[in-house]
């Protein structure tokens, strides 16, 4: 079927050379009803546009381009009042939309769709509080920019480990962070978010303001409403240090070795790494990121990883955005692709080897898509790292009682038609994963999957466990007409 955009967007194009005024009578009949209403009834802080343009390009665009679709136009809102308008006209006319902060979804239309996209990048701001120690961080932003915004201050907020991230599906969702062991996960650090409900209200929920929302907000992704600000508490950042090193195939064992004792041993709250399993080009390999939380880790900790024979190398002593944007997250953006995820409580060396035998495995199997890259991302934070937030205080993890290491699997591939065959495969290899580790004594049947990790298609029970029954009748409060089931994501 031809997207009615195309449809659209081709008689603009052979109207190009007509008069302004022609031209803007055309465009008022062929452009979609709801976007111009949307143009007519929001301020001018606010700019709709239409295919053909850079900008509508720019904000339908996604990491992941299966995470794309074509809308009929991008809305760029410049205040809360007009995201409330924006929420009015699409809810009352049933028209799907959705909400994009720094585009990397990774499941298929949960920030893309065919009717109207909001693109957030207007709520850019970033403004330091020294007397209360937060900052107000704008929905629009990627953490690199708050990073870089906050370092003047010499200070930081628990946000993304690799750059690209956006802050508001992130923080929606969770959030795990270099300075998780430390503080908790990002959602265990807002104070404040500032929420255009779906009636188009716009507030401020706290702690003291809505506790049901507030908890709702922390993990509950975009069932509530579209978040425009959040402030989160800041603490002080020097120095860090690590990097990216790259080992090859005939070093694996030691590297997997590394990592276990690394998870088993080192309670250092400052220290973290993420062990990434991949295969490409025919052949396994690990992609490691250390990091320190200090200008040099004490002797010990890190020795094991920088003893074995690598590839490539760039740790050091640095600042923290320099450390972000040391990993190779983003050498595949404009891919297809797919997240998937497993909570474990341990990563021992039988799982490290399933691991590993599973990036062969499906790095071999699908290797007819050309484009395939097969990654594990193994992440071993310390088993206290939910301690940092009440109990009950989120809506994930639905229990704190037990630390929940995630298990990041991503694959990438190229071409449309083989989506089903890399989602399939994600499936079959949490599963198996998952299975493995129940076999060798994980208590993790019933463990709640990371909501930004977890396939599309995760029962809501699987994400958010004995909250789901309190989250869903906190969206028939918040949202009784079901605006929010206009756009994508995990639907309550
Ligand atoms: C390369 C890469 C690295 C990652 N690293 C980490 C990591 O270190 N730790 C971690 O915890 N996660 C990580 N993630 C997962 C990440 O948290 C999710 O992909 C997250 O959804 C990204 O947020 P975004 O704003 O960029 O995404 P978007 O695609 O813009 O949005 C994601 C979801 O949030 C909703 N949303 C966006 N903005 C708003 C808003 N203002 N109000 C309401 N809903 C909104 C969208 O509708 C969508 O459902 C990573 C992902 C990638 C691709
Ligand atoms: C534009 O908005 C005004 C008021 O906000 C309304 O009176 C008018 O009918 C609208 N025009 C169109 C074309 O929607
Ligand atoms: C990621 O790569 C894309 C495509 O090359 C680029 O447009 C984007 O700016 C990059 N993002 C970051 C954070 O460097
Ligand atoms: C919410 O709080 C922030 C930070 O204090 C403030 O800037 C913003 O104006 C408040 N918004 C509303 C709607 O009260
Ligand atoms: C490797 O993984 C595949 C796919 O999950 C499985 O069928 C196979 O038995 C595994 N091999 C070993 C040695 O575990």
């Known amino acids: 079927m031809v997207p009615k955009v195309l449809l659209l967007a081709a008689p603009l194009v052979l109207l190009a050379h007509a008069r302004p005024a ?7 009949i062929l452009l979609d009803p709801i976007c111009t209403r949307i143009d007519n009834a929001t301020s001018s802080a606010t700019s709709v ?13 996604h990491w992941a381009s299966s995470s794309t679709q074509l809308a009929k136009c991008s809305v760029r809102p410049g205040t809360a009042t007009d995201v409330g308008i924006i929420l009015g006209i699409v809810g009352s006319t049933g028209t799907p939309f959705a909400v994009k902060g720094g585009g990397h979804a990774s499941n298929p239309g949960f920030s893309s769709t065919p009717g109207v996209l909001i693109a957030m990048s207007r709520f850019s701001e970033v403004t330091y509080d020294a007397a209360s120690q937060t900052a ?3 929905a629009g932003l990627i953490w690199d920019d708050v990073y870089a915004a906050l370092a003047p201050h010499n200070v930081n907020v628990v946000g993304g480990r690799v750059t690209g991230v956006g802050v508001a599906g992130f923080t929606l969702g969770g959030g795990y962070s270099w300075l998780t062991n430390q503080r908790g996960l990002t959602i265990d650090t807002v104070t404040a978010f500032e929420l255009v409900k779906p009636s188009g209200e716009v507030v401020n929920v706290t702690q003291n303001s809505d506790p049901e929302l507030f908890f709702g907000l922390k993990g509950g992704m975009n069932n509530f409403g579209v978040v425009t600000r959040f402030t989160l508490q800041t603490f002080p950042q020097g120095q860090v240090w690590g990097g990216l090193i790259t080992y090859t195939f005939p070093h694996l064992p030691d590297v997997a070795a590394a990592t276990a004792n690394f998870a088993a ?4 709250l400052k220290a973290s790494i993420i062990t990434t399993y991949n295969f490409l080009l025919g052949q396994p390999g690990v992609s ?8 040099s880790p004490p002797s010990g900790i890190f020795d ?12 050091s002593a640095r600042d923290f955005l320099s450390l972000v944007k040391s990993s190779p997250a ?5 891919q297809r692709g797919i997240f998937n995820s497993v909570s474990l409580t341990q990563y021992t060396p039988t799982i490290l080897d399933a691991i590993l035998n599973e990036t062969v495995f499906w790095g071999s199997h699908l290797s007819f898509d050309t484009g395939v890259f097969i990654s594990y991302d193994v992440e071993p934070f310390l088993p206290s790292l939910f301690s940092h937030g009440a109990a009950s205080s989120s809506a994930y993890p639905p229990a704190r009682g037990t630390g929940l ?14 989506d089903d065959k890399f989602h399939e495969a994600a499936r079959q290899s949490a599963a198996r994963i998952k299975d493995l580790a129940i076999a060798e004594g994980q208590d993790i049947v019933d463990a709640a999957v990371y909501p930004n990790y977890a396939i599309y298609d995760t029962p809501l029970v699987g994400l958010y466990g004995g909250n789901v029954p309190a989250l869903q009748a906190l969206k028939a409060r918040v949202d009784p007409q079901n605006v929010m089931n206009l756009a994508g994501g995990f639907r309550l």
Do not use: C
């Not at 022609?22 to 008022?28: F, G, S, V």
């Not at 490691?288 to 200008?295: E, K, S, T, V």
């Not at 983003?330 to 404009?334: F, Q």
């Open 49 to 61: 546009h239409y295919p053909g343009d850079l900008r509508y390009d720019n904000d339908i665009s």
């Open 265 to 268: 041993s080192v309670t250092d």
């Open 136 to 138: 107000v961080v704008g």
């Open 405 to 418: 290491l995630p298990l990041n699997i991503y694959y990438a591939w190229s071409l449309e038609l083989s």
């Open 22 to 28: 022609a031209l803007e009578l055309q465009k008022r």
């Open 288 to 295: 490691q990121l250390l990091f320190y939380d200090g200008p």
């Open 330 to 334: 983003n050498s595949t953006y404009g």
């Open 304 to 315: 094991d990883f920088l003893a074995i024979p690598h590839l490539t190398m760039d740790v």
